[in-house]
Every structure is written in structure tokens, then in C-alpha cells.
């Protein structure tokens, strides 16, 4: 069939597609305009990565550089401590904190009161609504040299450390931080998927003698698989990423080396020392690297098993 064929087919459809549900269309527009306006539309800046961007030159006024930027980011001493701690925060967040609300999602399945299980779900689920400032100012409190954590540490005689300015503690903190204020909120996914599940596939194991952890080992992961694969892509995608927001809150000179990361890196080039291009170029760098990373999981995904995201 030729294309002249075949596009007054495509478009009839669509017609008779938008009278059947323009009202599910215009409900779309909101969220179409927000991703056009807020992420396709700054898109047009990333140019000022390859010039040397002047704000009263304008993105168009500015000289072109090519890869200076790159170069300079790539040669500089910064470069490998940026990835590396970048990396580690990421890996250490993949091994603890994805497998934690699995984990969590499994706990809470397996409780049969419901009212004890909805204080469970609500306690675990409640820091997720802590800023991430009062966070960060609960850890400055708790852990600060005069802290309670010191306070309770002296009772017992052992020496106070000041975690927060101890670049060995950081990564700990941070990691074990983020598993509390967001272990509850991310077992709503998987607790959903569970409650997906077939009942009378664990009517079936109960027949064949199957007992609760043999239950959850062959009925309820297996059914959570799908779920979880798609958000381990999905993790992988921001293995670049660290969010700069408590990072900023919670590192100083002396956590600079075990801290600092990319997206905090960025930060102070661009938005403190107006190096706008250089940042710029440090981000879409990030960037590429993310997509690659997603591409790749979800290839493999593809590869071993049934699920991926396209």
C-alpha cells in the first residue's frame, strides 16, 4: 500500500478517534503543555553549551567555541572525583534502597491485622512528606557534635565524631537518609502490584503444600517481577543523577571529597560563578550518559527476559 494510501486512512482515524474522546484528549492537554513548555522548550538553551555564552550577547550573539567546554570538563581535576562520587551514591542507593521497599512491600503483605498494618503503612509512609530542608536540619540536630546521636554515644563512653564533617560518614548518611523518608512511599507501587495477583494462584500453592515463604517465593515475586524490572530500568536511567538539594544542605570544604557530585558541581559553576556555558555543557554530558545507561538496561531487560519499557 503507498504512503498516499495509506496517510487518509491515518487520518480519518484520527478524526473519528478525537469526536469518540476528545474529552480524554483535552484532560491530556495540561500535562502535554507542561512536558512542551517546562522540558522540550529549554531545550533550544543547550546550544550555549558549545559557545561562550554572554548574557548580554544572547544565545545567538554568543561567539561558538565547539567542545571547549567538554574538553575543559573532561581535563579538569575535578572530573574523576565527580564521577566517581556520583557513581558510588548511585550504586549504594541501587543495593540498599531499591531492594528496601520490596523488601518493606513483602513485610507488609504478609501482616494479617489489618489495623496494625495500616499504623505500619502510615508510619513508613509519612517522612516521604518531610521536606527535604527539615531533613536535612533533623540530621544537622541529631548528628551534629552536640547532638543527641553524641549525647547518647557519650553515656556509654565511646568519643563523639562530627558525622557531618567526617567525608567518610557522608555517604552513609546520605544513602541511609533517603532509605527512612522514602522506603514507605516507594511499597505503594509493589504492594499495588501484589494486590494484582491472581488469588487463585496461591490457592493453588496452599493445595500443593506450599507454606507463606514458599508462597512468596513462587507466587508473589514472580507476580512483582514485571513491576520491578521496569523501575530497576528506570533506576538505572539516574545512575548519573544525585539530587543537589541535600547534598548542598548537608556537605561543606571538609566532605568535599566523598560529596560532591555532579549535579552539585553544576550548581556552583553555573549559578555562582556564571560559567552558564560550562554548566551547561557538564549537564547535557550528564544527560547523554543517563540515556545511554536506560538504553542499555532496558536492552538487557530485553534480552533475559519478557519485560521492558519499549
Do not use: C
Not at 201 to 206: I, V
Not at 210 to 238: C, D, F, N, Y
Request: glycine share 8%; net charge positive; no cysteine.
Amino acid at each position: 500500500m503507498s504512503k498516499r494510501a495509506r496517510n487518509p486512512d491515518l487520518l480519518r482515524t484520527l478524526r473519528v478517534d478525537w469526536r469518540r474522546h476528545w474529552g480524554v484528549y483535552l484532560m491530556a492537554l495540561p500535562v502535554i503543555a507542561y512536558y512542551a513548555i517546562f522540558h522540550y522548550g529549554p531545550m533550544y538553551g543547550l546550544q550555549i553549551a558549545f559557545k561562550d555564552f554572554q548574557p548580554a550577547q544572547g544565545i545567538w550573539g554568543s561567539p561558538w567555541i565547539g567542545l571547549d567546554h567538554f574538553e575543559s570538563f573532561f581535563n579538569g581535576i575535578y572530573f574523576w572525583r565527580l564521577i566517581k562520587n556520583t557513581i558510588l551514591i548511585n550504586v549504594y542507593e541501587l543495593l540498599f534502597g531499591f531492594p528496601a521497599a520490596v523488601v518493606l512491600a513483602l513485610l507488609l503483605n504478609e501482616i494479617r491485622r489489618s489495623a496494625f498494618k495500616r499504623i505500619v503503612q502510615t508510619i513508613s509512609y509519612l517522612p516521604h512528606f518531610i521536606s527535604i530542608v527539615v531533613v536535612a536540619g533533623m540530621m544537622v540536630d541529631f548528628l551534629g557534635r552536640t547532638g543527641l546521636v553524641n549525647q547518647l554515644m557519650g553515656a556509654f563512653g565511646i568519643e563523639p565524631i562530627d558525622f557531618l564533617k567526617d567525608e567518610s560518614w557522608f555517604r552513609f548518611l546520605y544513602v541511609s537518609s533517603g532509605i527512612w523518608q522514602g522506603v514507605g512511599w516507594g511499597s505503594i507501587i509493589y504492594l499495588a502490584a501484589i494486590a494484582g495477583i491472581d488469588p487463585t494462584l496461591y490457592e493453588a500453592a496452599r493445595i500443593d503444600g506450599a507454606g507463606r515463604w514458599k508462597q512468596t517465593l513462587h507466587v508473589t515475586i514472580p507476580g512483582i517481577m514485571p513491576t520491578v524490572v521496569i523501575l530497576l530500568i528506570l533506576q538505572m536511567g539516574s545512575m548519573m543523577t544525585v539530587g543537589s538539594e541535600k547534598v548542598l544542605l548537608l556537605y561543606n570544604p571538609l566532605t568535599y571529597s566523598t560529596a560532591d557530585v555532579i549535579s552539585t558541581y553544576v550548581y556552583r559553576k553555573g549559578v555562582l560563578e556564571a560559567s552558564y556555558g560550562f554548566s551547561a555543557a557538564v549537564g547535557l554530558f550528564n544527560s547523554v550518559i543517563s540515556l545511554l545507561l536506560i538504553v542499555a538496561a532496558n536492552q538487557i531487560s530485553k534480552r533475559f527476559s519478557e519485560t521492558r519499557l519499549w
